[in-house]
């Protein structure tokens, strides 16, 4: 699984947009790019994937350049709700049979939005 | 949205003594993991599971840790004989296999384990 560097933390205001950045030089390939949320005494939850160029949900953009060497987590208008700790996490999507898809947690980016 | 649901949410238990955490994954996957968080430190993987038999597990997971699933819809966790060092947050999560190019796992709040 590829090593991914992202900051250790970020502040914002409310209602800016903010942009995390991961690097992740040695990804292969396969691998696809996603990044969870988690809050103080919750389980990290999904936000985004992508393997490559731009993806956009209902609650973040992820933008993945030719090179797929790092992506960016945009999330529009943040609000105090949206202070949590981001990880980014490379690996390889797919399942073949029996092999399994663990996730690699790093320290994550820890989101501090102020009113 | 279906989601991994875990109980109970705090466990507290003497050092020495057997825990059983349960998960209850989504009910159309069929991977399973646990992970567990010690306070203040990193999500860290403990075993997969899949086909009624454990794919992968980390050095972690040594031989007081065991994982079963059942019936078709729990997945637990069981620690033998607890220790000190076990208290953690241990999050069960689940994954949809049919779709191989977007395979995001899913989490539960998870469970507090204090030992005493």
């Known amino acids: 699984l590829a090593k991914t560097t992202q900051p250790i933390s970020m502040d914002s205001y409310e209602g800016q947009e903010v942009n995390i950045t991961c690097s992740h030089n040695n990804i292969a390939t396969n691998d696809y790019i996603t990044w969870y949320q988690q809050f103080p005494s919750q389980g990290p939850r999904f936000i985004i994937q992508?393997?490559?160029t731009k993806v956009t949900n209902e609650v973040a953009s992820l933008f993945i350049p030719a090179d797929r060497k790092s992506s960016t987590l945009s999330l529009p208008r943040v609000s105090l709700s949206d202070t949590a700790v981001y990880y980014c996490l490379v690996g390889d999507g797919l399942n073949y049979g029996g092999a399994t898809n663990k996730l690699i947690f790093g320290t994550g980016t820890l989101l501090a939005v102020q009113p | 949205e279906p989601e991994v649901t875990q109980t109970p949410s705090h466990q507290v238990t003497q050092m020495g003594q057997e825990v059983i955490l349960r998960c209850v994954p989504i009910s159309n996957h069929l991977y399973f993991y646990w992970y567990r968080q010690i306070l203040g430190q990193k999500v860290e993987f403990l075993v997969s599971f899949y086909n009624n038999e454990i794919s992968e597990k980390s050095e972690i997971f040594d031989d007081q840790f065991s994982v079963e699933r059942p019936d078709g819809s729990n997945f637990t966790l069981k620690i033998r004989s607890t220790k000190l060092e076990d208290s953690a947050m241990y999050f069960c999560?689940?994954?949809?296999?049919?779709?191989?190019?977007?395979?995001?796992?899913?989490f539960g709040d998870g469970t507090r384990l204090s030992i005493l």
């Open positions: 999560a689940s994954s949809d296999a049919t779709d191989i190019s977007n395979q995001p796992q899913h």
């Open positions: 992508g393997y490559k």
